[in-house]
């Protein structure tokens, strides 16, 4: 496997995951390449995200005094073509959790348990109101961790 | 051509249209049957219906207490295959102002000339506040039908 | 509720249908007016039909001899707004089939059992060598009829 | 600015660019937070490297013997909002070619001037019918650097 930046040992790497959602893929996702349009995967990692981040109250109530988290940067690595048709179940977790910001990691594996896409992507928890960074308590970065 | 019930003669309804933007297909609005998928035309319908919209003063401000029309059904007729790299034009016209409505038609054009799609839809003139439907002042009406 | 022209009555038009597929409405397909884009109904009517053919064997081989249904017109009625986080069943049967052409309808219900959308939309059986309509058998009309 | 791993010196890299096309937002790319989705970036970013690509002959003839770029990864850096109706100005650039590989870099530009997003992802080089990465020839080497 390519050396990606962001994994270490990918054994290691993929057994650090554990929660997860189906990913139901669009015909309308594929292109006239005839797989999974290259786009398509940040469609995966946003549903997967606000399911993950709903498991632990962050997502429920944008409008609260409490902060709430914001994409910062995204990638992805595209190990196998995916198609139309296939089952795909999308990993998240968290990797690291900073005063401000954390890192999201991304896994989706393919009917044979292959990895098809990982990814990650920084979030910066800020105060919905001033849009400022705040600080992210230690009950929710346990939360974070936890998942 | 096949019967549309909403075009009573194709050339007469084709020389209605004066209003028309470029539409630039995107790889990601293919599919893997090899050509534009068929939800994409509702995306050129939006940006063609908006930048309609837009010249009338009906687009830019949402707050306003003049009311802001809002779409009550669309539909669309596929007539040529349309093609990842082709130039496509799309033209917008309202075709009736009720007292609280519109009908909006809109028409694709390829390279060639010939007809790509066809489509109309009703739009319904609201209060921002309420979401009531509210009359369309003579102004307006005149304006929508003038372009 | 307002006239829809595919829909005599509106009791016994929802009655007809029985196959559905949940639809998971993604964040991507909001828009910032704040509800589900207009567009993304369409992608649920493509997802919800697919999943409808496949049950009848009429999506898995686009390259046999017996001919596939392509889209010919679609059509959608707004009835409600949906939201992000919405449970959305998406219920899809045929009303009328031709000889070389059918007649599809969908219908979205809410978690509260309201409908939200309406549509239709004609599919022509064509042979996909020589994409010419071609007759419907009588064994798959009955297939489709009946599903 | 924040630091990002792929650019050294700010202001040098924003001068290395001059191959750009413009960005229509569309309203169905932008989400329910009032802004463009995170995931829009990816498209313009694939129409943006599609229009570069095909000014050196590298998108016209998949079906050529000498090879074709594929996504191998990509990744986006948000550094301002995107809201609809805003001008963007996307710029694309091959930093690094290697044996089979470049890497590609991308810069959106607001009309204040000010970069809304930054970009990366390498491409690998493969032969379309084995699928397998071949060597990319000093003349396509020049020509990628070169614009």
């Not at 989706?108 to 990895?115: C, M, P, Q, R, V």
Request: proline share 4%.
């Amino acid at each position: 496997m390519k050396q990606i930046s962001y994994i270490k040992d990918i054994d290691t790497w993929r057994a650090g995951f554990s929660f997860s959602i189906p990913i139901n893929i669009r015909f309308s996702e594929t292109d006239m390449f005839g797989h999974v349009n290259n786009v398509s995967p940040f469609i995966y990692f946003e549903e997967a995200r606000i399911e993950f981040l709903k498991t632990i109250g962050l997502f429920d109530d944008p409008n609260n005094d409490e902060g709430m988290p914001i994409v910062a940067d995204l990638q992805c690595d595209y190990l196998q073509q995916m198609f139309f048709g296939e089952k795909i179940n999308l990993y998240v977790r968290v990797d690291h959790v900073g005063n401000t910001s954390l890192d999201v990691h991304y896994m989706a594996l393919n009917e044979k348990g292959e990895i098809s896409l990982t990814g990650r992507g920084r979030m910066v928890y800020i105060h919905p109101g001033t849009g400022k960074p705040i600080q992210i308590t230690d009950e929710i970065k346990q939360a974070l961790l936890e998942k």
